[in-house]
């Protein structure tokens, strides 16, 4: 630079922007918290005491989980929550964040969680003097024709200064010279740009090329400057330059238009001839980016779009086109385009805050979600609406400016639905409209609000008895509709007695699974059922339980044989004899095994059969009755005493059985059932064969005492006798003959053959009378005559002592 540049550079430094050390707050009218900090300050500077501005302690910052959220995607701020300060987390670059806008402002939210709350804050980038004014050539060449009359101007190009305001470009200075001067005029859009004006006509004789500086400068203090070289080269004749026929061209070109469309045609006339005329046109003062959109034919002037147009990012450009003759003459238009807004651009959402899981319990109008939506278009292309997928119990509530919350509106149930995909749409207003979408996952938590539910209503279990201590009986289940500890279930039994004992003496439970063990053996033939109830419990807070009924039942098992019960073994001393008269028919009823069984079902079905007799042949048994019945007439040679084996057996698995020996006395009349009495022996058992046979002759000696005694009373009372064997005869009529009595058989025979005797004194014949229900025994005729036998007084008396030994036997 030329020492007599730079006093006119003192000359024109402007006013300068003050060096900010602290960022001014303000708040606006509308309540919102606005700062202003210089651009290029350190990470770490400080902008703002948030927490103060918010009437807040910054300890309350940090309690309700204050934080900065922004609308861009880099973050530029942070916030202290120790002390409450705002602090600038990286360098900004205000060329970089907000180009040439006057008012550089970023946009930023502090939200504060619990409760929720948004506060909207505005930071101002001021510019500072950090760019230097540059020219984007080295040298600028014109050729100007000797002609040329004084007062020619001449265009040059501008230089460029990111800044703005005065530390943008403010002037343009030339190096003193004695043909040309500087005009610096300014631009409709406020840019200012300089005009080489010639002063004295060239002689290009006397001086063919001129060598001028050319300084450009801003308003920053200290003011930064650029400089470039003009090199003028005098040409010759050509004394007329072009002229456009607008000096302004306006045209609008929505942003979609195509590649290759031709936005305008410039035209600019010459009035020269020839070479002179020629007119080639070429854009000047072009942009790196504008470069990159616009092209101009150079023969047509027709300007086209060579590049995508985007409105969201430079909504005007202005162009110049430069017009040159042959003669090098020059002619300058300018075009204004202005690029309009087409919807190109779909709505963005930003989830700024989800809260999730969200518990099941949660009241109406809970907030789930904040979010931001926001789309790059302009007027109702820029207008947006939000909806969210049908049928969730959840509604969009709208905040302020373009942030929405997400609250419920309808009961939430974890267990009808345990997590929500819920969808956000957004939709501008252009025609066609665009929208985009959301989805936000949320889960539902659990409450303990749902009790033990068991499989069934009620339980049955059936073990088999004699089980082993430690059995499983059942496992009845229940399940939990809620989840994790609220569903982890428990189960236990009712604290119940049952036969005196505490119920858990008999059964247990695993608490965990639910399984029911036996403590003990069960006997079917003590109990057959048992009762017990089963709590399910979960392990919520507080825990919810429910009760099941459970009836156990005991299967029963063959572990019990046979008992028998008649005959029954004697237990005084006596041998057990059954008696039948030999004139007894075939199917005559001897007697009757009588048995139980303890077990039940099949197992208690019994079953007779004959193992062993005397006469095989001679009896059978009923299979299932048990009655003892002859098969054949006796004939003489049959013996008296017939010795039946009898075996009782169940239906178990494996069968159980039980023996049992019947004797059978078998005689006509009664001296020959005693004679053969001695003779008679019952079944043996270990160690009673000796005991019996001593018992049998005791009997027979006593009877034989008071024999004699009979003899007389029955003289004496002949009547009253009669009378006391008639009503006696009535009762044994309901006997049966085949009732098992003990010493030695007298007291069945007395009872099987029951007869009455008449005797009378003068008439010198008397009458035996026997019972009807044995009509068919001991007659005198065996049974082939039926009329009655008339005896002579001895027969009589000696039937009357057989009545009174028969007598006899009973009271004994």
Request: with cysteine.
């Amino acid at each position: 630079m030329t020492m007599g540049i730079r006093p006119m550079l003192g000359d024109c430094r402007g006013k300068v922007l003050l060096c900010f050390l602290l960022g001014t707050l303000w708040e606006a009218a509308s309540g919102q918290i606005r700062y202003s900090v210089p651009e290029e300050m350190e990470k770490g500077s400080f902008v703002g005491h948030i927490s103060k501005d918010l009437g807040l302690e910054p300890r309350e910052l940090a309690e309700r989980g204050a934080r900065i959220v922004s609308g861009g995607k880099k973050q530029h701020f942070t916030l202290n929550l120790q002390n409450g300060h705002l602090y600038v987390s990286e360098k900004i670059d205000r060329e970089n964040v907000c180009g040439q806008i006057p008012q550089c402002l970023i946009t930023l939210q502090v939200l504060m969680e619990e409760p929720v709350k948004l506060v909207h804050a505005e930071v101002e980038i001021l510019d500072i003097n950090d760019n230097t004014p540059t020219f984007p050539v080295e040298e600028i060449l014109l050729e100007i024709r000797e002609i040329t009359t004084p007062g020619a101007r001449f265009h040059l190009l501008d230089a460029q200064d990111p800044d703005v305001g005065n530390n943008s470009l403010q002037n343009y200075l030339l190096d003193r010279n004695t043909h040309f001067s500087l005009n610096v005029q300014t631009k409709a859009g406020g840019t200012k740009y300089a005009e080489l004006v010639l002063e004295k006509t060239l002689d290009r004789e006397e001086q063919a090329e001129h060598q001028l500086l050319l300084v450009a400068t801003d308003g920053g203090d200290p003011a930064r400057t650029g400089e470039t070289q003009i090199r003028i080269r005098v040409l010759d004749v050509n004394d007329n330059a072009p002229l456009f026929q607008l000096s302004l061209y306006e045209v609008s070109v929505p942003e979609d238009v195509q590649v290759g469309t031709v936005v305008v045609r410039v035209q600019a006339t010459d009035r020269d001839e020839g070479s002179n005329a020629e007119i080639i046109y070429s854009l000047i003062k072009l942009s790196e980016a504008s470069s990159l959109l616009f092209q101009i034919g150079s023969a047509s002037g027709e300007l086209r779009v060579v590049g995508s147009l985007d409105f969201e990012a430079d909504q005007l450009h202005e162009l110049e086109v430069q017009a040159i003759d042959g003669g090098g003459l020059s002619a300058l238009a300018h075009i204004l385009l202005r690029v309009t807004d087409v919807n190109d651009n779909s709505p963005e959402i930003t989830i700024t805050s989800l809260f999730s899981p969200v518990p099941e319990d949660s009241p109406l109008g809970t907030i789930i979600a904040l979010f931001n939506v926001h789309d790059r278009d302009s007027g109702e292309n820029g207008q947006i609406r939000c909806a969210i997928s049908r049928q969730v119990p959840f509604e969009i509530s709208r905040s302020f400016d373009n942030y929405y919350t997400l609250i419920s509106s309808g009961i939430l149930d974890r267990e009808r639905i345990s997590s929500y995909n819920i969808t956000i749409t957004a939709e501008d207003r252009g025609d066609p409209p665009l929208t985009s979408n959301q989805v936000i996952q949320l889960q539902v938590s659990d409450k303990n609000d749902n009790p033990p539910v068991f499989h069934q209503s009620h339980y049955l279990a059936y073990l088999m008895e004699n089980n082993s201590p430690g059995a499983t009986i059942s496992s009845p289940k229940a399940s939990d509709a809620d989840s994790q500890e609220n569903a982890r279930v428990t189960y236990s039994i009712a604290d119940e007695t049952f036969q005196g004992s505490p119920l858990s003496s008999y059964i247990s439970i695993n608490s965990e699974t639910g399984v029911l063990y036996a403590l003990r053996s069960f006997d079917y033939e003590q109990f057959r059922e048992l009762q017990l109830r089963v709590t399910a419990k979960d392990s919520g807070d507080p825990p919810l339980s429910t009760n099941v009924s459970l009836t156990l039942f005991i299967l029963d098992q063959n572990d019990n044989a046979p008992e028998i019960l008649y005959p029954g073994f004697p237990t005084d001393g006596s041998s057990g004899v059954e008696l039948a008269p030999r004139s007894a028919e075939p199917g005559y009823l001897v007697t009757k095994v009588v048995a139980v069984d303890g077990d039940s079902g099949q197992n208690a079905w019994l079953s007779y059969r004959l193992l062993k007799s005397t006469e095989p042949g001679l009896f059978s048994v009923g299979l299932h009755t048990g009655e003892i019945t002859t098969t054949r007439a006796f004939l003489d040679k049959d013996s008296v005493k017939q010795t039946l084996v009898v075996a009782v057996t169940d239906n178990g698995e494996p069968p159980l059985s039980a023996t049992i020996s019947v004797t059978v006395a078998v005689a006509d009349s009664i001296p020959e059932i005693l004679s053969d009495l001695s003779s008679l022996e019952t079944p043996e058992f270990p160690n009673d064969s000796n005991l019996t046979f001593y018992l049998v002759i005791a009997v027979a000696t006593v009877s034989c005492l008071f024999f004699s005694f009979i003899i007389l009373l029955l003289a004496l009372r002949l009547r009253r006798w009669h009378m006391e064997l008639g009503s006696a005869s009535t009762h044994l009529e309901g006997v049966q003959a085949s009732q098992f009595l003990g010493i030695d058989g007298v007291q069945a025979f007395l009872q099987t053959y029951s007869h009455e005797v008449s005797c009378t004194i003068d008439s010198g014949k008397s009458h035996l009378k026997f019972s009807s229900s044995n009509s068919q025994e001991f007659t005198g005729k065996q049974g082939s005559d039926q009329r009655e036998p008339i005896m002579s007084w001895d027969a009589c008396n000696k039937a009357n002592e057989e009545q009174a030994f028969i007598k006899v036997g009973i009271f004994f």
